[in-house]
């Protein structure tokens, strides 16, 4: 562990090691626990600005541990960052594709160097376990350098007119300011895939973090700020979505909105952006099935299932809520997940050994016993878990929950429930599952365990889902392609890899004649 990761597991942290103190600049004295209230501003115009109000930043697996103040901006400081990347955007449009791969190669670099503490702040603020934090943060660092890389390779062509002496030259070029409002269950690397190719591409940027997780998001800004860009190119508004996010949308001087959320936010800004025909586009929620087949190896489908369906907390719009499993092996799984459930330890998210955290705030962690509620009304089988735990720190701990004899029309699997818990579906055949798998209204990730290579070609045909996994959980992904789904899930140009293109540049065909 290192030196952060250790100062903040502490229960008394005491002083601040430090390797860590850019993390925290407003601290004056240094006393014992609790840790001093510490105050974050936000990034303006190049110039760290009071928010109007602010609000504490508390810890899911200690919620007597508030890791500091963050500031919440009003419309009027909205309007200031926005008129200031507008402002910007002509600068930074114009710098060179080496410039600006510098810069976020320098990002990504300093954040690779400081994955420990950042991982730890993460995993502090959001509850994933420690590991998870980290891993999360070294994803944020490689998708700057990743989009460092990106700008250098900004794509276009040329082609013969069909007209005599003229030739078509295709470009992109940057939209100008670009709004970007993230979800808090990846608090650094979703903000890193729209930040680092909004400025890959030439455009500027006016942040919104989620209200749960500012700290990563400050952090990150605070990394960024360094990085040699012009005043105003990057902004973080800290601050409630209807006020902060709503200014962004309403704004003429923004020309498109960059969404991870809910459904019900992310069709309202939908109507809203379409209304003014501002571009957008949207990553939203998941109910993600993951097949089991006769002919899995068993041990492989619990992992799978386990990873998938409760890391992470199952906050994962990845997550695999719905495991269809065939009549063959039905039994022999639920009971080797139900042995592999008990095994795992539910904890502090900065514990060793903690493989499950405590989910993200008392309103989430109230809508997943609703949900158990509603699946036992429904005539599910709760067969494990579904309790909230005691620790020894107050937190938001639950058991993982297991639903078996659940039936596809349940709420309980219609509905993104977004936390530790995972419904069986039994299928009598590879058909039947297919056909459940594909039966609700969204589409993100679909998964499937099997030996049948038949089954697996077909499935990756069929399944109605923008990605979909043989053999793995359904979530995690690479950073180098596309992501993002179909039906309710998403919206618009895909994120990441080189497909980010498209939502971050604008077209332009340019004719010319040699005459
Ligand atoms: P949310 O919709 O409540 O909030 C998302 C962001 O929108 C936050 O920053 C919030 O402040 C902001 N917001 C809220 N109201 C707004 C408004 N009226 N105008 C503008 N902005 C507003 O979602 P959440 O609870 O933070 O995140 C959980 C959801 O995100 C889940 O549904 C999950 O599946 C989804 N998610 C999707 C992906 C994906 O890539 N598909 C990834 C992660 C999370």
């Known amino acids: ?46 110039t760290w600005v009071q928010g109007t109000e602010s609000a504490p930043n508390i810890n899911p697996s200690d919620l007597d541990d508030s890791i500091g103040d963050y500031a919440r901006a009003d419309a009027a400081q909205t309007d200031q960052a926005i008129d200031a990347a507008f402002e910007a955007a002509a600068l930074w449009g114009r710098t060179t594709p080496q410039q600006r791969a510098d810069a976020l190669d320098l990002i990504g670099s300093e954040i690779l160097a400081r994955k420990d503490e950042l991982g730890a702040l993460l995993s502090r603020e959001e509850g994933k376990t420690l590991p998870e934090g980290i891993g999360e943060v070294t994803r944020a660092g490689q998708i700057f350098k990743f989009f460092a890389g990106e700008a250098l390779r900004i794509p276009g062509e040329k082609l013969a007119s069909v007209r005599a002496g003229i030739d078509c030259e295709i470009t992109r070029e940057p939209i100008g300011v670009v709004g970007i409002i993230t979800p808090w269950n990846f608090p650094i690397a979703i903000p890193a895939w729209k930040i680092a190719p909004a400025l890959a591409y030439g455009n500027a940027v006016v942040f919104k973090p989620a209200d749960l997780v500012p700290g990563s998001a400050w952090a990150l800004a605070e990394i960024i700020s360094r990085a040699g860009l012009p005043a105003g190119t990057f902004n973080l508004v800290m601050g409630r979505g209807s006020v902060v996010g709503q200014r962004m949308i309403d704004s003429p001087k923004v020309a498109g909105i960059s969404f991870t959320g809910s459904v019900p936010t992310g069709r309202s800004i939908a109507q809203q952006c379409a209304q003014q025909m501002k571009k957008f586009q949207l990553e939203m929620g998941g109910k993600n099935p993951l097949l089991i087949l006769d002919d899995a190896d068993l041990k492989l489908a619990v992992d799978c299932a386990v990873n998938g369906a409760y890391f992470s907390t199952g906050q994962r719009c990845t997550a695999s809520s719905r495991l269809i499993v065939t009549a063959g092996i039905h039994d022999r799984f639920v009971a080797a997940l139900v042995e592999r459930l008990k095994l795992l330890t539910v904890g502090h998210a900065l514990s060793p050994g903690t493989h499950i955290g405590p989910v993200v705030d008392a309103s989430q962690f109230r809508q997943n016993l609703d949900y158990i509620e509603i699946g036992k009304a429904e005539g599910a089988r709760l067969l494990f878990g579904g309790e909230p735990l005691t620790r020894s720190t107050r937190g938001h701990y639950l058991a993982p929950a297991l639903f078996t004899e659940t039936e596809a029309s349940m709420r309980i699997n219609r509905e993104e429930i977004f936390g530790p818990v995972a419904s069986v579906i039994m299928a009598s055949d590879y058909e039947q599952a297919l056909a459940l798998a594909n039966d609700t209204p969204f589409g993100l990730a679909s998964g499937i365990v099997t030996a049948s290579l038949k089954h697996s070609m077909h499935f990756k045909r069929h399944a109605q889902a923008g ?17 993002g789904g179909r039906k309710g899930s998403s919206y618009g140009p895909r994120e990441q890899g080189s497909y980010a293109a498209e939502f971050f540049t604008t077209v332009k065909t340019a004719y010319v004649s040699g005459a």
């Open 1 to 46: 562990m290192s030196t952060m990761a250790r100062w903040a597991a502490s229960p008394c942290n005491g002083p601040l090691p430090n390797s860590a103190r850019s993390l925290f600049p407003l601290i004056t004295g240094m006393p014992c626990c609790p840790i001093p209230m510490k105050r974050y501003d936000n990034l303006i115009a190049g």
């Open 467 to 483: 990605m979909v996994m043989v053999n793995l959980p359904t979530a995690g992904v690479d950073y180098h392609v596309p992501f």
